[in-house]
């Protein structure tokens, strides 16, 4: 990554220069003689990404063979339409005959240029040609999901481009996995497209970013051919975008905005100024974000913007000694943090726009400016005194804190990892230019950030990974070295990247463990718990209600079951409806989490404590049991419905508690675990009910609520612990770990319990006050009693006075 970064400093000269390589390379590979065609794959096993290679090659060749042997670059140019219409055009005919409309014409274009020996027409027609075809190819993907037909969908799904990838680009979600996803029937075709779009979108508003530069740059050296190319790519890429434009803003001002466009294309073409052009397309294109970045990757983006710049003079003033550059690999490293921070404030800049346009764009200009101290400094054409280029970065700064959201700076705990792995990538850029003191440097930052950062979440919540990575981090165990004595002892590159792979494995393994889910058997077990709790609970209520209902009563047997029936279709619109608004506040993650799971905790200490009061179980039974007497008897007109609101009232309000306890656990773990414990809990329920309604045994009803409450009270400890974890990892409870104790880490996953202050007292309050609550509630009912048996007795002193 970071070899492909300094190809970047040097300058778009040389990725001018490699691009035309690289098309010279496959035009030998491409044609095995001078007059040689493109040959037409089998299209029966050929993808329709290699058809398209083909395509795209073929047109390659007859720009480069345009000069030397124009009948050759006619024939590759026919050839590649002759590939197109026989293998791709018939699906894009069917499914976006608009889009194979623009690549045919393309490619008419095409043939038309070679057959008149206009290369500046031929290289738009080439790039017209590429981008229709990825625009055909993204749609087709799209298609293919809603139709159901995932084969189709991953076919197509290759003929894509991906953002040039580092290490600090933009996260975004990855629509290979998406539809492999899909088709193994592990995610829904709404959230395989959304992930589609998301990731090429993205993709491709970074490719028309890329266009743009390359135009820009292709302009000053004067490359009449590569500057139309990349102009009519840019145009290209937008015409994709533009529905994305148009839905974001409006119809009008994308087809204003593909106009812009046009026009700069047509500039590029002719020897106008592209400035007037440029500027306009810029002004369109201004806060303008294809992909929104969740509310999640905003803030993880801020993060990584505010840190990459913190580094930036950390590894210039490194790097120069006495206005003189000392260490060339620490002018790249800060060019590299530089960049970094550039491309997370570019996918911020349309929400900063929003807050402060003035801001953005003093910060864009601020950016500006250190990249070009830090490219001269590079090049060492200009050496920037340390001072001010820690001057420009605290400014940039100042300004960014100003102008951000709150929330965007509060502390991301992934970021911390995204750095770390930044300075073991500058240790192992060290290593190959054999500067082992500054890979040691970089080891030594890279576990800094990790003691000073994850460290203290992985002591509590994770304590086993911390010896690994220890070990792996300094001399290692066995035959197993560490980086330390690797580095130390100027070992290989492969050595070291050997071991950095390990290191990395187990970095991912630490941070997935700080994520905060549980054992997905403790949540089924939890979730059935909860499911046979509240349905026993139903189902002794009704036991009890129906016990009376016998002989002329019986005939209202049949209104309470009807009521029972209503309340369990009103339970699972319940759950409906409180699934699709946390579907829609989704994006906030483990904040909705928390927040869902407090309320949880709330409703279930107040139910606990209910339970544990015999007053509570003895007035709500006492209250069913009065509405029936008063129905029975006729004090309430209309006894039908009376006894179906009164079985519905009797069952939906354990049906509501527990879709209430269900959300906190959905978000936790996911639906389907949630719903094989909601399964077993209601086996239970049916079992206890068959055998008390249809048998006409009687259970030992009092012993089973009292162990059912027992155990409630231990998911409530769970719960209470888990959400303590949550509130901690979102930044919304301190984290004090106890250094000096240590659980297992399945003792977290199963019973919610982790070595940190704050979530052994909260745990240990939650019991004192259920525990408590017990006591009072015992200590009330003596004294009642005791206080009924003195007022029976004073009557009693009254009718019997002491004689004389």
């Given amino acids: 990554m970071m070899k492909q970064t300094a190809m970047k400093i040097i300058g778009a000269n040389r990725r001018l220069w490699i691009c035309t390589l690289c098309a010279l390379l496959a035009g030998l590979l491409f044609v095995p003689s001078a007059h040689a065609a493109v040959e037409l794959p089998n299209s029966a ?177 004067g490359f009449a051919n590569r500057r139309a190319e990349t102009a009519a790519l840019a145009e290209g890429y937008f015409t994709l975008l533009a529905p994305a434009y148009a839905e974001q803003r409006s119809a009008g001002a994308a087809q204003q905005a593909q106009q812009a466009f046009g026009a700069l294309r047509a500039a590029a073409q002719t020897d106008e100024s592209l400035a007037p052009t440029l500027s306009s397309v810029e002004q369109w294109l201004q806060g303008f974000r294809a992909a929104p970045l969740s ?77 070009t101290r830090l490219s001269a400094a590079g090049a060492g054409s200009a050496v920037a005194p340390a001072s001010t280029v820690q001057e420009l970065t605290d400014q940039l700064t100042m300004l960014l804190t100003t102008v951000m959201p709150a929330e965007w700076q509060k502390i991301d705990r992934n970021a911390d990892f995204d750095v770390i792995a930044a300075s073991l990538d500058q240790m192992e850029t060290a290593v190959a230019a054999g500067r082992y003191d500054l890979a040691e440097t970089a080891r030594v930052d890279a576990y800094a950030i990790l003691e000073s950062g994850p460290e203290a979440r992985l002591i509590a919540f994770a304590p086993q990974y ?7 981090f300094w001399y290692g165990q066995g035959e197993q070295k560490g980086l330390a004595y690797l580095v ?9 990247a050997a071991t950095r792979a390990q290191l990395d494995e187990e970095l991912h393994a630490a941070q997935d463990a700080l994520s905060g889910e549980s054992a997905p058997f403790a949540v089924i077990t939890n979730a059935a718990i909860i499911v046979f709790r509240e349905g026993l609970e139903a189902v002794v209520i009704l036991a009890a209600l129906l016990a009376s209902m016998v002989g002329a009563s019986l005939i209202y047997r049949r209104p309470m079951v009807w009521g029972v029936l209503l309340a369990l279709v009103a339970t699972a619109l319940t759950w409906w409806i409180a699934q699709q608004i946390l579907t829609n506040f989704s994006r906030y993650g483990e904040r909705l989490e928390a927040v869902v799971s407090l309320i949880a905790i709330g409703v279930l200490l107040l139910i606990t404590n209910w339970f544990f009061h015999r007053v509570y179980w003895k007035d709500w039974m006492a209250n069913f049991h009065s509405r029936k007497r008063a129905l029975l008897g006729g004090a309430i007109s209309g006894q039908a419905l009376g006894f179906v609101l009164l079985g519905f009232t009797s ?16 978000l936790e773990s996911g639906i389907w675990v949630v719903l094989q414990g909601v ?80 979530g052994l007292l909260f745990q240990a309050a939650a019991a004192i006050f259920v525990i408590g609550s017990y006591i009072l509630a015992e200590q009330l009912q003596k004294r009642r009693t005791s206080q009924r048996r003195a007022n029976a007795r004073v009557p009693m002193a009254a009718t019997h006075p002491k004689a004389g």
Avoid: C
Avoid at 79 to 102: F, H, K, N, W
Avoid at 323 to 333: F, H, K, N, P, S
Avoid at 730 to 748: D, K, N
């Fill in 466 to 472: 911390i010896p690994t990575l220890e070990e792996l």
């Fill in 679 to 758: 399964g077993l809990g209601l086996l239970g329920v049916l079992g206890v009910g068959y055998i008390t309604f249809r048998l006409q045994s009687r259970l030992p009803y009092k012993q089973m609520l009292v162990v059912t409450g027992i155990l409630i009270g231990a998911v409530l400890l769970i719960m209470v612990g888990n959400t303590t974890h949550v509130l901690q990892l979102v930044g919304w409870a301190p984290l004090h770990p106890i250094r000096w104790l240590a659980f297992p880490y399945w003792f977290g996953l199963w019973f919610g319990v982790y070595a940190t202050w704050e």
């Fill in 488 to 496: 130390s002892q100027q070992a290989g590159r492969q050595e070291i």
């Fill in 45 to 221: 096993t050929t993808t329709p990404a290699a058809q398209a290679e083909l395509i795209r090659q073929g047109l390659v060749q007859a720009q480069l063979k345009l000069q030397d042997d124009p009948a050759v670059a006619i024939q590759q140019a026919e050839a590649a339409q002759s590939l197109y219409l026989s293998v791709l055009s018939p699906t894009l005919t069917d499914i976006v005959p608009e889009v194979d409309d623009r690549v045919r014409a393309a490619l008419d274009s095409a043939i038309s240029a070679a057959a008149r020996g206009q290369s500046v027409e031929l290289a738009v027609a080439r790039a017209h040609t590429w981008t229709a075809l990825l625009d055909g190819s993204y749609q087709i993907v799209l298609h293919a999901l809603q139709s159901g037909d995932s084969a189709q969908a991953k076919q197509w799904l290759a003929l894509r481009e991906f953002r040039h990838a580092t290490r600090f680009s933009r996260p975004g979600a990855d629509a290979t996995l998406a539809v492999a996803a899909f088709g193994e029937g592990t995610q829904s075709a709404e959230l395989a497209e959304a992930a589609v779009r998301a990731d090429l979108l993205d993709t491709y508003q970074a490719r028309l970013t890329e266009a743009l530069t390359d135009l820009r740059s292709a302009d000053l050296q």
């Fill in 295 to 371: 509310p999640k990757d905003q803030v993880r983006r801020a993060n990584q913007l505010l840190r990459f710049l913190a580094l930036v003079p950390v590894e210039y003033s490194r790097g120069i000694r006495n206005g003189t550059i000392a260490v060339d690999l620490e002018i790249r490293e800060a060019i590299t943090f530089r960049d970094s921070a550039a491309a997370a404030f570019a996918d911020l800049r349309s929400l900063l726009d929003a807050r402060d346009p003035v801001a953005a764009a003093n910060a864009e200009q601020l950016f500006s400016e250190l990249g």
């Fill in 651 to 666: 069952v939906y309000r354990e049906g509501f508690e527990t879709v209430l306890f269900m959300q906190a656990l959905v």
